[in-house]
């Protein structure tokens, strides 16, 4: 191994990043990077990490809630947005402070929590939609982040930077080592984003849609309701583009994919859109969770 090579990984820099690339990219005088991270690379983190995190989400549904429910992030695909866009903020601004842990956890807590509010700032500001609210928790700011989850991510940034991602690089570096050429990879990881992309923007109108329906059909009262029924008369009087919303994303597609949709009325009711339909929210029950607490209680009256 090169000595580029050995400082390079001891810094827990993407080696295939540096050197075997340039040499794989002679006829390209300047390589794109942010932070010294190729861009093929970055989102190719945000493709694993996105698959890694709906898996995480799915567990923790199971364990709390006893079903197995979508916790994607978009319509077709296993993606949860949110731990790959952290994720890839985080490598992006902490990849060169391996071993400074005092360091990655400030950073995993204010980067984390930055993206967090962001999130959840565009989710409400352009779709109408609260993915999650902190505002019963303790020292939140508007309910979209919380001290507590933001330690979470602090340790989170230890762990990734530390221990997670040098053996996801290790995993990159096997699947570029399976393609004949540097560009067959490019060209495989640009299409997998393009497709997720695209399932992006379709999600955002799918939403949108959907609840433009549930709030002029059950008649919620919402503070722009008059704007909102302007707009179903639109969407829902174009009889072709009825037919495909009700054909693709219909009440029971966006409901198993998004199960917590939720609106906001103009008096600060929290409506969840799946208790004004008659559709189970989830795939199946892995186990009763109510069952359970009932038998916990019974038991210690016994005892």
Request: proline residues 2%; glycine residues 6%; positive net charge.
């Amino acid at each position: 191994m090169k000595k580029e090579e050995i400082k390079n990984e001891e810094k827990n820099i993407p080696v295939a990043d540096t050197h075997d690339e340039a040499q794989e990219n002679t006829n390209i005088k300047k390589k794109i990077t942010i932070n010294g991270i190729s861009i093929w690379r970055i989102l190719a983190y945000f493709i694993i990490y996105s698959v890694l995190g709906y898996i995480i989400e799915t567990i923790y549904g199971m364990i709390t809630k006893g079903v197995w429910e979508s916790r994607q992030s978009f319509l077709y695909g296993p993606f949860c947005g949110i731990y790959g866009l952290g994720a890839v903020v985080m490598i992006i601004c902490l990849h060169k402070f391996p071993r400074k842990f005092n360091m990655l956890f400030i950073g995993g807590f204010v980067v984390g929590s930055i993206v967090e509010y962001v999130v959840s700032f565009v989710g409400e500001m352009l779709l109408g939609v609260k993915w999650w609210d902190y505002s019963n928790m303790p020292l939140n700011i508007n309910g979209r982040i919380c001290v507590y989850f933001s330690v979470f991510w602090g340790f989170l940034g230890i762990y990734l930077i530390a221990s997670l991602n040098p053996k996801v690089d290790k995993i990159i570096n096997w699947i570029k080592s399976k393609f004949k050429t540097y560009k067959a990879l490019k060209t495989f990881v640009m299409t997998v984003f393009l497709l997720l992309m695209i399932d992006c923007v379709s999600t955002a109108f799918a939403i949108e849609f959907f609840l433009v329906r549930m709030i002029v059909q059950n008649d919620i009262d919402v503070a722009n309701k008059e704007a909102v029924i302007e707009q179903y008369d639109k969407i829902y009087g174009n009889e072709k583009l009825s037919k495909f919303i009700y054909q693709f994303w219909g009440d029971k597609k966006m409901i198993r994919t998004f199960p917590n949709l939720k609106v906001k009325d103009k008096n600060g009711n929290i409506v969840y859109m799946d208790s004004l339909l008659d559709i189970q929210p989830y795939y199946f029950k892995v186990h009763d969770i109510n069952n359970r607490n009932n038998e916990e209680v019974e038991e210690d009256i016994r005892g």
